[in-house]
């Protein structure tokens, strides 16, 4: 980062603020190339991160309580229960927070493989599927793989509802880290209080997706610039806040 900032400073900067409610707080986190993709020339995010939005990215991770992802993004991007490395559980020490973030799947089809509850190494948080009730599932294989499977008895999933069920849990500090119709299905539900933003220095042209996908949001959702940050490496990390309505 420009002039060298400490985890120590990133941490009070992106530190999430619960309100004196029992409500979640939910984060967004994108990276965006220079013309609007969120995909990069071999259509994953990854490929356009630089060594300080990776960081970013690991330091946001060890700040909250839930990563929020819909199945789409589970498979593209390879997600798996969360590992971290010593410097991040040293922040959830020090920040009062469980050893290791949940990873909660947004997934009416259940297509996925029980093995995303296994972290790629060492040891890894807790998993859950979020899903509708269906009489024809076969939810032992993801329980067999120690996976919480949370059953909602609508034809789709109610994301407020989700939330809701996390805040009861204690899990009140979410990032959702996409895709981009869970995140436009959240913004549409008035559900995102804060969006993450880093621009990467690159164009990468093509038909990637952009942060959202689905119908058009009315009213359109609005947002109020509340941090941004160059790095070294040419990226722009922002950060906006909901405007209050």
């Known amino acids: 980062m420009t002039g060298d900032i400490s985890d120590d400073h990133l941490v009070e900067l992106y530190r999430y603020q619960l309100p004196q409610t029992s409500a979640a707080v939910v984060r967004t986190n994108f990276i965006s190339s220079l013309d609007g993709s969120v995909q990069g020339p071999n259509g994953r995010s990854g490929s356009m991160s630089t060594p300080s939005d990776r960081h970013l990215f690991a330091l946001q991770r060890a700040l909250t309580d839930v990563i929020l992802v819909g199945a789409g993004t589970v498979r593209k991007e390879g997600y798996r229960a969360a590992d971290l490395a010593p410097w991040q559980r040293d ?52 329980r067999a793989a120690d996976i919480s499977v949370i059953e909602q008895d609508h034809e789709f999933i109610d994301l407020e509802e989700t939330l809701a069920w996390l805040s009861d849990h204690q899990l009140r500090r979410v990032l959702c880290e996409g895709g981009p119709r869970l995140h436009r299905d959240l913004l549409a539900g008035g559900l ?40 070294d490496d040419g990226a722009l990390f922002t950060r906006y806040r909901r405007r209050a309505a």
Do not use: C, H, K, Q
Request: cysteine-free; aromatic content about 4%; glycine content about 10%.
């Open 91 to 142: 922040i959830r020490v020090a920040e009062g927070l469980s050893p290791y973030p949940t990873l909660a799947v947004v997934s009416a089809s259940l297509d996925l493989d029980p093995r995303i509850a296994t972290p790629s190494s060492g040891p890894g948080g807790p998993v859950l599927i979020v899903t509708v009730a269906r009489n024809d599932r076969d939810l032992d294989r993801f």
């Open 192 to 231: 995102v209080d804060e969006l993450s933003l880093t621009l990467a220095p690159v164009v990468v042209g093509g038909s990637g997706l952009r942060s959202t996908s689905g119908p058009g949001i009315e009213p359109a959702a609005d947002f109020e610039l509340v941090l941004s940050l160059y790095a």
